[in-house]
């Protein structure tokens, strides 16, 4: 793997198929794409992800998961396949999701824009985690880290032409808590120019666990991006019951 320095996301120059992306249909029939990551879960089979890739986060609590989720590992581009991309290990559908009350009923980026679920495996496919391995996982240990990787699909970034959505990113560095004076804001906060598309892509250490999800940027009153800083949501007991959650479905 080619690491890049400070805040400029380099392309991954090797497959990096742990990460992939996430494709779902939302409540009015339009598509969308997020990325999310292979995790270590009982049964191999479980996604991490933002919150607000699955879920609305505006009450529905529930009955409120999007539908026509998938995981797609080794997603690329491709000119011949109808559908305008390659999956080499299969399109995963998803079966199960889990996330918090603080983002189904009151979209908390602070706390809540983080979620699981399980996915199926296609024909001819095993588990995810046996096909193209998982990240691991340190919850509740706190927002500043050093030598992180984060990664994802981004569809645009900051100050950046070069982003499609087909392509998987990363950045390199250290996250630092967003808040250090605010004991009620916990969010990571790293520099990194990914924009729309890399949202539920994993903030991981170089152990490979996640610690941190991507989930929002800093925009000014007319919604234009104004840094290159990116946001993941707190990754504490919130995630904590999270990933205890999914396990109890497995």
């Not at 989720?69 to 299969?90: C, H, M, Q, R």
């Not at 079966?95 to 189904?104: R, S, Y």
């Not at 170089?206 to 989930?215: D, K």
């Amino acid at each position: 793997m080619v690491r890049c320095c400070g805040a400029k996301a380099t392309r991954h120059r090797l497959p990096a198929v742990i990460v992939g992306k996430i494709l779902y249909v939302d409540a009015a029939g339009e598509s969308h794409g997020c990325s999310g990551a292979s995790s270590i879960a009982d049964g191999k089979n479980t996604v991490w992800t933002a919150g607000h890739c699955v879920h609305p986060g505006d009450g529905s609590g529930a009955d409120g998961f999007h539908d026509s989720v998938l995981f797609i590992p080794g997603y690329k581009e491709s000119a011949t396949s109808s559908n305008g991309y390659d999956a080499p290990w299969g399109e995963r559908v998803a079966q199960t999701f889990v996330a918090p009350e603080a983002w189904t009923q009151d979209k908390d980026y602070n706390e809540g824009d983080l979620a699981a679920f399980t996915v199926k495996a296609p024909a001819g496919y095993t588990n995810p985690t046996d096909t193209v391995g998982a990240l691991g996982y340190r919850f509740g240990d706190g927002s500043d880290w050093s030598d992180i990787i984060d990664s994802g699909f981004p569809g645009e970034g900051y100050n950046r032409t070069d982003m499609d959505g087909y392509t998987q990113f990363f950045c390199t560095g250290n996250v630092v808590d967003a808040a250090n004076l605010n004991p009620f804001d916990d969010r990571l906060e790293m520099d990194c120019d990914m924009g729309s598309g890399a949202s539920g892509g994993p903030m991981a250490t170089t152990e490979g666990q996640i610690v941190g999800a991507n989930s929002h940027v800093e925009v000014d009153d007319s919604g234009e991006r104004i840094n290159d800083n990116l946001y993941s949501s707190n990754h504490g007991s919130q995630a904590v019951a999270v990933i205890n959650r999914i396990n109890e479905f497995n």
